[in-house]
C-alpha cells in the first residue's frame, strides 16, 4: 500500500542535542510538510517542500531545519531542542499544492518527540 | 485569509444515537473543506473533502458532511455512533485564499459512552 512512513515513532533526546526525524513517502508526491503538534492542539505548519523549493512559515523558529534530497524523503532536523520542543511530529504529503485541486494531504502517523 | 471554527470542544455521545460535530469556516474564495480524526499518538487520517461538486460529501466510516455556503458550514454528521469512533475530529480548510496552506480548527474530542 501506498504510504507515508515516519521513523521513529517515538524519540527521547536531551536538552541540546541534535535531533533528526525522517520521513519517507510511496506516493510519489510532490509536496511534502512538516507539522508540529503539541498536546490538545491543531497541526501547526513549519514548512513544506513543493519538489526541492523549500517553503518556510514565518514563524518557524530558526532551530527548525528540514531537508529533501530525493523525491521520496524527507528529514526534520531540530539544531538544540528544547524542552518547548516536546511535540508530535507529523509528515504529510499531497500531490500539489493547497491551493490547487489534488490537494489532499496524507499525513504519516508521526514521531513523538520527548526533550529530557 | 482563511480560518475555521470548530464550535466544541468536546462532544459525548452514546453509542447508536447520531452525532454532529460542528465546523464554521471563513474564507475569501471557493475553498476546499476537509474532515479529518486523529486517534491517540496516530497521525491524521482523511475522512472527507468538499471541492464544490457535491455539497453533501460522504466519506469513510459511515460519515457525511454537507456544505452550506449560506451558513459557511461544513458540519460532519453520522447517523449512529460506535465506540471506535472516539477520537479528535478536525476540520479545515484551503484554498486560494489561504497563502498555500491547510488551516485547521482547534478540534473536536469525541467521547462514545455504552
Known amino acids: 500500500d501506498a504510504m507515508v512512513i515516519q521513523n521513529p515513532r517515538y524519540q527521547v533526546t536531551q536538552f541540546g542535542k541534535p535531533v533528526t526525524l525522517s520521513c519517507s513517502q510511496t506516493l510519489n508526491h510532490n509536496v511534502m510538510y512538516w507539522y508540529q503538534q503539541k498536546s490538545s492542539q491543531a497541526p501547526k505548519l513549519l514548512f513544506h517542500y513543493y519538489d526541492k523549493d523549500f517553503n518556510n512559515e514565518a514563524d518557524t523558529p530558526d532551530n527548525f531545519q528540514s531537508r529533501r534530497p530525493n523525491t521520496s524523503f524527507c528529514f526534520l532536523d531540530i539544531r538544540s531542542p528544547g524542552l518547548g520542543d516536546a511535540a508530535m511530529y507529523l509528515c504529510a504529503t499531497s500531490r500539489d499544492l493547497p491551493s490547487s485541486s489534488y490537494n489532499e494531504q496524507f499525513f504519516g502517523p508521526g514521531t513523538r518527540l520527548t526533550v529530557l | 485569509a482563511q480560518s475555521v471554527t470548530q464550535l466544541d470542544s468536546h462532544v459525548s455521545v452514546s453509542e447508536g444515537t447520531p452525532v454532529l460535530l460542528r465546523c464554521n469556516y471563513s474564507s475569501s474564495y471557493s475553498p476546499s473543506l476537509f474532515w479529518y480524526v486523529q486517534h491517540p499518538n496516530k497521525g491524521l487520517q482523511l475522512l472527507l473533502k468538499?471541492?464544490?461538486?457535491?455539497?453533501l460529501v460522504k466519506g469513510i466510516n459511515g460519515f457525511e458532511a454537507e456544505f452550506k455556503k449560506s451558513e459557511t458550514s461544513f458540519h460532519l454528521t453520522k447517523p449512529s455512533a460506535h465506540m471506535s469512533d472516539a477520537a479528535e475530529y478536525f476540520c479545515?480548510?484551503?484554498?486560494?485564499?489561504?497563502?498555500?496552506?491547510?488551516?485547521f480548527g482547534t478540534g473536536t474530542q469525541l467521547k462514545v459512552e455504552l
Open positions: 468538499y471541492t464544490s461538486a457535491a455539497t
Open positions: 479545515a480548510v484551503s484554498g486560494l485564499g489561504g497563502g498555500n496552506k491547510l488551516t
